[in-house]
């Protein structure tokens, strides 16, 4: 059952705050990269996508918090489905998250080898046709998205279960929000744009 649920977009330090929960308790904790190598979490996306809808607690079974895509895309279902479940959204300035979206997950789109084709392609219809309507590359029109998405969570999501919050303010206001205590270690730091190039470039070596 989901105790924890991400509701901002990728790039805004989801993989940082995957690790976070992960290292307070609060794991596993679901991210796109679950979707990476594993086969059947794709398949079982690809049909929630697809049907708009799904068995939550089927789908999350194995889990206790999500983050990123493709959980983001169905935050209002799942906020409803666990209502006892605290909500994180976590922020960023918006170009600044669209110059490090761009230069990383929309450019790594092009990438395509027999093992991560459909992968690809389900990130394309969830987010690239699905969230930007294939209007990605105009900065204004992705970035209102994204603003826009950010303003619907903090309007819907009673404030007694949201944070707001952002990786650079570190482990307090994120274990306040959750009652847990501060480890006595640095807030994770992952996936920046250079460890994201380098990954991609490792997939890139292993399809050759």
């Keep these: 059952m989901l105790e924890v649920i991400g ?8 993989l ?3 690790l976070a929960l992960e290292r307070l308790g609060f794991g596993p904790c679901h991210h796109m990269i679950e979707l990476i ?5 794709l398949d079982l996306w690809s049909r929630v996508a697809e049907d708009g809808t799904a068995d939550w607690d089927m789908v999350y079974r194995d889990y206790r918090a999500t983050v ?33 979206a761009y230069e990383s997950i929309y450019r790594a789109r092009s990438f395509v080898s ?4 459909e992968r690809r392609e389900f990130v394309g219809r969830l987010l690239w046709d699905g969230a930007f309507g294939g209007r990605f590359e105009d900065a204004e029109h992705a970035m209102a998205v994204f603003t826009e998405h950010n303003d619907e969570v903090r309007r819907e999501v009673p404030a007694e279960r949201l944070l707001e919050f952002q990786a650079q303010q570190g482990w307090e206001p994120l274990c306040d929000f959750l009652g847990v205590p501060v480890p006595d270690e640095p807030y994770p730091r992952s996936n920046g744009r250079q460890e994201f190039a380098a990954r991609v470039a490792d997939q890139m070596r292993k399809a050759d």
């Design 68 to 100: 990123d895509w493709p959980g983001v895309t169905f935050w209002r279902q799942l906020v409803d489905h666990y209502p006892d479940a605290k909500v994180i959204l976590t922020v960023r300035d918006p170009r600044s998250w669209y110059e490090s």
């Design 37 to 41: 190598d594993d086969q059947e979490q």
């Design 7 to 14: 509701a901002g977009f990728g790039r805004t330090g989801t």
């Design 114 to 117: 027999p093992g991560n084709r």
């Design 16 to 18: 940082s705050l995957k």
